[in-house]
């Protein structure tokens, strides 16, 4: 696991004593929004310079954009804050983005933030106030609440979180966003986690230290409309569940303890009615349905067991989580300087 002491290479822990937040904004065909979103935050951003002494770095990463959202993402102003622009080789997902901007971010302390402007530019002064005059070490935002949603949706989230969090040591909190500040030294720890695949939210929950909670109301997207579909939004709950609990593999042994001790009571019933009443168990249809429940059962396990294999095989091939294709940098201070594109591969 090499690459778990090069990803610290690029860590905020040396210079933990110094003021500084960056602040991770993943894109994915945001180009509409983007120059409103930048001038919100540069104000932001300046306004905490003035106040708290606060160095701030906005750091965009282009999740192979098909608009022109990198563009328009290099040429935004860096008059109050610094800006990295991180291009990725193609599509990898919010996550693999999020990582992305992780491992450049240059200042101590790390926010993530959606580019859409669902996650209000306002609220950023509050978690800061909790990071720096609270001593939070994460802040993470939640949303105030779901009745906007459907019944089946709220169904699901709660009954995906009672079985993330079953049995865990450390909850997930239920209706927790990605807007959320790490401080130093949660930074430094998430930056030591070494999966690949990478559920952001449990793993900024799961390294623990003082962590609060900030309730508030998503914003409506500013335009464009939500990557998320039912599909994706199933292959996350999955990445999630397998990532941090072993409960669908003990539902799944539960399951079978259940059916076996069922087929139990069953033969004890056909004994007793043969033996005792000498009646004879109509065969065929009980046959059948014992097939089809036992056969059934065991396609459920395979395939959760399955899971956990392809996840296993996944950390094997140990591949980099995302590759960048361009790279660029602005300070505030004035003194420019826009890297060369480079082709390297992910740290
Ligand atoms: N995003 C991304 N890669 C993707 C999909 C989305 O970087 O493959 C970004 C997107 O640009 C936005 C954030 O992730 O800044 C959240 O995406 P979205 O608004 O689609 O999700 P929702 O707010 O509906 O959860
Ligand atoms: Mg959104």
Same mark, same amino acid.
């Given at each position: 696991m090499t690459d778990i002491s090069e990803r610290q290479g690029n860590s905020g822990t040396a210079d933990a004593g110094r003021l500084g937040l960056s602040i991770v904004v993943p894109v994915h065909n945001e180009a509409?929004?983007?120059? =409103?979103?930048?001038?919100?935050?540069?104000?932001?951003?300046k306004r905490l310079k003035a106040s708290r002494g606060l160095a701030v770095e906005i750091v965009y990463v282009d999740d192979g954009s098909r608009d022109d959202s990198y563009a328009i993402a290099c040429s935004l102003p860096a008059d109050a804050v610094d800006v990295q622009t991180v291009s990725l080789s193609r599509n990898f997902g919010k996550e693999a983005?999020? =990582?992305a901007g992780l491992d450049h971010a240059r200042q101590p302390a790390v926010m993530f933030m959606d580019g859409d402007g669902q996650h209000p530019p306002a609220l950023i002064e509050t978690l800061v106030g909790h990071w720096l005059? $609270? $001593?939070?070490?994460?802040?993470?935002?939640? !949303?105030?609440?779901?009745?906007?949603?459907s019944w089946t949706l709220?169904?699901?989230?709660?009954?995906?979180?009672?079985?993330?969090?079953?049995?865990? #040591?450390?909850?997930?909190?239920?209706?927790?966003g990605d807007f959320r500040l790490l401080s130093p030294r949660a930074t430094a720890? =998430?930056?030591?986690?070494?999966?690949?695949? #990478?559920?952001? !939210?449990?793993?900024?929950?799961?390294?623990?230290?003082?962590?609060?909670?900030?309730?508030?109301?998503?914003? !409506?997207?500013?335009? $464009? !409309?939500?990557?998320?579909?039912?599909?994706?939004?199933m292959g996350l709950s999955i990445e999630g569940l397998t990532s941090f609990s072993v409960a669908p593999l003990r539902l799944a042994s539960l399951l079978g303890l259940l059916l076996a001790f069922g087929a139990f009571?069953?033969?004890?019933?056909?004994?007793?009615?043969?033996? /005792?009443? $000498?009646?004879?168990?109509?065969?065929?249809?009980?046959?059948?349905?014992? =097939?089809?429940? /036992?056969?059934?059962?065991?396609?459920?396990? /395979?395939?959760?067991?399955?899971?956990?294999?392809?996840k296993i095989l996944s950390e094997l091939k140990g591949r980099p989580v995302y590759f960048v294709a361009e790279h660029g940098m602005k300070s505030a201070d004035k003194s420019a300087?826009?890297?060369?594109?480079?082709?390297?591969?992910?740290?």
């Open positions: 509409a929004g983007l120059v =409103l979103f930048h001038a919100r935050l540069a104000e932001i951003a983005a999020l =990582l005059d $609270g $001593g939070y070490d994460v802040v993470y935002t939640a !949303k105030a609440s779901r009745s906007n949603e709220r169904m699901s989230v709660r009954a995906f979180y009672a079985a993330i969090n079953w049995g865990a #040591r450390q909850k997930i909190p239920e209706d927790a720890a =998430l930056r030591r986690l070494p999966e690949r695949n #990478r559920f952001f !939210k449990g793993l900024a929950s799961w390294i623990g230290f003082r962590q609060i909670r900030v309730d508030y109301e998503p914003a !409506k997207r500013t335009h $464009g !409309k939500s990557t998320w579909n039912f599909r994706s939004l009571l069953f033969g004890v019933q056909i004994l007793i009615e043969t033996v /005792i009443y $000498g009646q004879s168990v109509p065969g065929y249809p009980s046959v059948v349905v014992g =097939l089809m429940v /036992i056969g059934g059962v065991q396609l459920i396990m /395979i395939g959760i067991m399955g899971e956990y294999i392809g300087q826009q890297d060369p594109p480079s082709r390297a591969a992910a740290e």
